[in-house]
């Protein structure tokens, strides 16, 4: 484990100290809500420092000479609602923008990208790299669903026009859509931008089963989007690759699922890819998102 010193300088990389000593504040005092979703109690500082600081420190393990190719950091209170200066959403401190800010400036990463496949839109990862070329911020969805954000047309602004890619789906949605999604749309991006290191803000709230939303992903859902994602670092030229939890909130499905993901993630290789027809939901998304990113234009249903 980090230094909590080391853990909470990581967090300005993110975070302004007013947003940090706020939190510390109100834990000091015993906690209290933030929101209607976001209630705190006496612990809740030092857990989201730790959670931000396992974080980083599964990004120092991979960018270790003799460390591990992929790993995952299961690790709670989730982040990727967390604003600079916002906590939301169960979110106090957003651990994959302090993994990927550290991936950055500790390990001189010139390129990260970050999947956020939680049923979520992660609008605090994209509050932080939206003006930033240096982070691919890739985002499934449902949508419309809290918090509102994630528009298919906000693509980043900037230095950053172009680096975030929001992919809404509709309720109802599930594996093959999801999986399409990843191998048809994501890759390909992913492929042209190049990144030396891959963060996966894995939330497990798409699933079927889950109480907070209504997608119907599964377990060989979640299984083949991991095995894409490790197919792409592959294809990358080995770069690691990461997975940090974020939400996930029927019990059973998150632990099948979470298995699943490291079942994929720590066999000796990738599993061969399969035939992943083309959804229309990624047929529509790959049109879209070809103004940006010329190597998704041949992308059509089939
Ligand atoms: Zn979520």
Redesign the pocket.
Known sequence: MLAPEVEREALLAVHPPAHVEAIERLSARGGGPIDLDTVTSAGSYDAALHAAGGAMAMVDALAAADGPQAAFSALRP?G??AEPTRAM??CLFNNVAVAARRAIAAHGHARVLILDW???HGNGTEAVFAEDPAVLFCSI?QWPL?PGTGAASDAGRGAGAGTTVNLPVPAGTGDDAYTSLVEHVVAPVALAFAPELVLVSA?Y??HRDDP??GCRVTERGYEAMTGAVRRLCAELGDVPLGMVL????ELGALARSVAATLEVLAADAPPPAGEVPVHPVAAEAAARVARDWPAVAGVSEG
């Open positions: 989730p990727h609602h959403g169960f939680d049923v979520h969805h809290y939330g709230d798409a907070l939303a974020e939400g996930g909130y």
